[in-house]
């Protein structure tokens, strides 16, 4: 069975910074790609940013230039560095990993699953 945890949120003032982590656990080969998304109060749930094993990025408009993504394959282990946060930010951050291969996966020949964190919540205050 994969888990992501995440970690990292809480209470920021407008201009300053988090840092998110989320860790993927279980009998895990490879994973694809893996993400940050968020929901904020009323609204969808709206990609943030993701990369992919050889460390490709993409981001939402809404956060290029202020938000970094990085993964520790290794590790298993994602990472979403928010810079010059604004309270339009807050919202609850999930983790995705896309494509992960396990045991399971691979006997059956397949792409792999995708994955979702519980998420965590980021509030930025102004």
């Known amino acids: 069975q994969v888990q992501l945890v995440e970690s990292g949120g809480g209470l920021v003032q407008a201009g300053g910074s988090l840092r998110l982590s989320c860790a993927a656990s279980g009998s895990i080969f490879s994973i694809n790609a893996m993400g940050w998304y968020r929901q904020a109060p009323g609204k969808q749930r709206e990609l943030v940013a993701t990369?992919?094993?050889?460390?490709?990025?993409n981001y939402a408009d809404s956060v290029k230039g202020r938000f970094t993504i990085s993964r520790d394959n290794a590790k298993n282990t994602v990472y979403l560095q928010m810079n010059s946060l604004k309270p339009e930010d807050t919202a609850v951050y999930y983790c995705?990993?896309?494509?992960?291969?396990?045991?399971?996966?691979?006997?059956?020949?397949?792409?792999?699953?995708?994955?979702w964190g519980k998420g965590t919540l980021v509030t930025v205050s102004s």
């Open positions: 995705n990993a896309a494509g992960v291969q396990t045991p399971k996966s691979i006997a059956a020949m397949s792409n792999g699953m995708d994955y």
């Open positions: 990369i992919t094993s050889g460390r490709s990025t």
